[in-house]
């Protein structure tokens, strides 16, 4: 077993599920410390199990990341428990979609709460004490639908930006430390959130294969990592073409009902 993560704390957001998973059990097998947070609980205890019969320590909390009292309590739960945080990976998220006609602004405040909010949130609180020690990664999960934006999903692609402008301004401000900074931006990942989609999505990855490949760009201190390669093509060709060409495959045929994730 690659114990290269050995003593490190990696604090977790979204653990529960999909990505945050699969990550959680990857960096069990690398014996990292796992500070595992999401609401559902339940299901933490379940991965906790898990990623214990692969050898690493691990804590869970729950943790509502819209909420900063939420997310300040459980870091400083975590550095108690755990020590202090060397990687923090903000993974928490929520997608959803609406057509024009049904303009849903309880959905689209909850996906710029979540993702925005939250990440900041959770960075928010982590980072004064890596700052003090001039050590630590600062790792969030953007999306390639970072890049550009769709009709239908542009609430979710305008959070991601967020995400990816979030990051770029502080690894650049981070530069001179010690303090690494990664954006990751996958594709189309087979989680809970893909799962209710009704379109053909390019190249759908496998989410322990995604897993494995967000640790390693982690691990070699990335500072974006887009990933499926050839759909990072497809969205700068996409971004080429005149507007209403990006527009065409959802005229009529791709009718997505007002839907989220939770
Ligand atoms: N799947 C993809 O294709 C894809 C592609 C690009 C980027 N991403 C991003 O990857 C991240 C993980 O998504 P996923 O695909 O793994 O989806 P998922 O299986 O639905 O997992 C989402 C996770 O976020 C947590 N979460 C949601 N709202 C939360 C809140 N208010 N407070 C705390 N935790 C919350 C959920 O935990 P609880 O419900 O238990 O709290 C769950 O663990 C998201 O940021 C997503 O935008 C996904």
Same mark, same amino acid.
């Given at each position: 077993?690659?114990?290269?993560?050995?003593?490190?704390?990696?604090?977790? @957001?979204?653990?529960?599920?999909?990505?945050?998973?699969?990550?959680?059990?990857?960096?069990?097998?690398?014996?990292?410390?796992?500070?595992?947070?999401?609401?559902?609980?339940?299901?933490?205890?379940?991965?906790?199990?898990?990623?214990?019969?692969?050898?690493?320590?691990?804590?869970?909390?729950?943790?509502?990341?819209?909420?900063?009292?939420?997310?300040?309590? @459980?870091?400083?739960?975590?550095?108690?428990?755990?020590?202090?945080?060397?990687?923090?990976?903000?993974?928490?998220?929520?997608?959803?979609?609406?057509?024009?006609?049904?303009?849903?602004?309880?959905?689209?405040?909850?996906?710029?709460?979540?993702?925005? *909010?939250?990440?900041?949130?959770?960075?928010?609180?982590?980072?004064?004490?890596?700052?003090?020690?001039?050590?630590?990664?600062?790792?969030?999960?953007?999306?390639?639908?970072?890049?550009?934006?769709?009709?239908?999903?542009?609430?979710?692609?305008?959070?991601?930006?967020?995400?990816?402008?979030?990051?770029?301004?502080?690894?650049?401000?981070?530069?001179?430390?010690?303090?690494?900074? @990664?954006?990751?931006?996958?594709?189309?990942?087979?989680?809970?959130?893909?799962?209710?989609?009704?379109? @053909?999505?390019?190249?759908?990855?496998?989410?322990?294969?995604?897993?494995?490949?967000?640790?390693?760009?982690?691990?070699?201190?990335?500072?974006?990592?887009?990933?499926?390669?050839?759909?990072?093509?497809?969205?700068?060709?996409?971004?080429?073409?005149?507007? *209403?060409?990006?527009?065409?495959?959802?005229? %009529? %045929?791709?009718?997505?009902?007002?839907?989220?994730?939770?």
């Amino acid at each position: 077993m690659n114990h290269v993560m050995s003593g490190k704390v990696v604090f977790l @957001t979204g653990a529960s599920s999909g990505i945050g998973e699969a990550l959680a059990r990857e960096y069990a097998r690398q014996g990292a410390i796992l500070a595992l947070a999401a609401r559902r609980t339940q299901l933490l205890e379940k991965i906790k199990k898990d990623c214990e019969s692969l050898g690493a320590r691990v804590e869970i909390f729950s943790c509502d990341v819209v909420v900063e009292g939420d997310v300040r309590r @459980t870091v400083a739960d975590i550095n108690k428990k755990l020590g202090p945080i060397d990687v923090v990976i903000a993974n928490a998220g929520v997608s959803g979609s609406f057509k024009v006609g049904r303009f849903n602004t309880e959905l689209s405040a909850k996906i710029i709460d979540v993702n925005v *909010k939250g990440l900041l949130y959770t960075i928010g609180a982590v980072l004064p004490e890596m700052l003090k020690r001039n050590t630590g990664t600062v790792v969030g999960i953007s999306s390639l639908a970072s890049y550009i934006s769709f009709p239908q999903s542009y609430v979710y692609c305008a959070s991601k930006s967020a995400v990816s402008a979030i990051l770029q301004g502080l690894r650049l401000e981070l530069s001179e430390s010690n303090i690494q900074v @990664t954006t990751i931006c996958p594709g189309y990942i087979r989680t809970d959130m893909t799962a209710s989609n009704q379109f @053909t999505m390019p190249f759908l990855m496998n989410v322990d294969v995604a897993a494995q490949r967000i640790v390693r760009a982690i691990a070699r201190g990335a500072d974006v990592y887009d990933f499926p390669r050839r759909m990072r093509w497809i969205i700068r060709v996409l971004s080429l073409l005149p507007q *209403k060409m990006i527009a065409l495959p959802f005229r %009529g %045929g791709r009718d997505v009902k007002a839907s989220s994730n939770k």
